[in-house]
């Protein structure tokens, strides 16, 4: 009899937590209509819920500053980008260092697809055109830089994509590329002050 008892409190409480995270994901979903039809405004709004999910945590804690990584099922432009960081309250991420640079090149492997080559995101920092160097978001010149090979293009291409080779960390191909704001990457990494001190 208190097994029967038991049993029938695990499934009533197994129940209420599967309704409970159908409601929650509606919820989500009520907040960000999307319009029937229309890819492009269903994969941003794929993106703005993943942001959204991604607050309260951190990727990467480096210098009092929180780093995600997010990863949308289509490629984005920079424009889309831009929106998802916002959408998790920060802003596109910049590097801070070598050391930085490759914790973060940590994270993009870990977060490779198998099969895939390489994963490639969104950063903050631009290209100054004139001198090739990299400037942080705040025009300051960027304190570490590393190029994949051949990069940057002459002339260069103003904003800044970071690429990682999945199956060898030493490729000349992991590091910064010189791109188009219409070009699209795998993700962005976004760059917000630490939840806990909000």
Not at 58 to 72: A, G, H, Q, T
Not at 116 to 138: C, H, I, P, Q, Y
Request: include cysteine.
């Amino acid at each position: 009899m208190v097994s029967m008892t038991m049993l029938a409190v695990t499934i009533t409480c197994v129940f209420s937590c599967v309704i409970g995270g159908i409601e929650s994901m509606r919820g989500v979903n009520q907040k960000f209509k999307v319009p029937a039809g229309n890819t492009t405004t269903a994969v941003i709004d794929e993106q703005r819920s993943i942001a959204h999910g991604n607050e309260g945590r951190c990727d990467v804690l480096y210098d009092r500053k929180c780093f995600n990584l997010i990863i949308s099922r289509a490629s984005m432009p920079l424009g889309e980008a831009e929106v998802v960081c916002k959408e998790a309250k920060g802003k596109l991420a910049n590097v801070y260092g070598e050391e930085h640079f490759n914790m973060l090149r940590a994270l993009l492997r870990s977060r490779t697809n198998i099969g895939a080559g390489g994963n490639s995101a969104w950063f903050g920092m631009t290209v100054d055109e004139s001198t090739r160097r990299v400037k942080l978001s705040n025009g300051e010149w960027a304190p570490y830089t590393r190029w994949t090979k051949s990069r940057p293009y002459t002339p260069s291409r103003p904003y800044i994509g970071f690429y990682v080779h999945y199956d060898n960390l030493n490729t000349d191909y992991q590091g910064y590329r010189d791109l188009w704001s219409s070009q699209t990457q795998h993700g962005v990494v976004c760059e917000s002050k630490v939840p806990w001190e909000q």
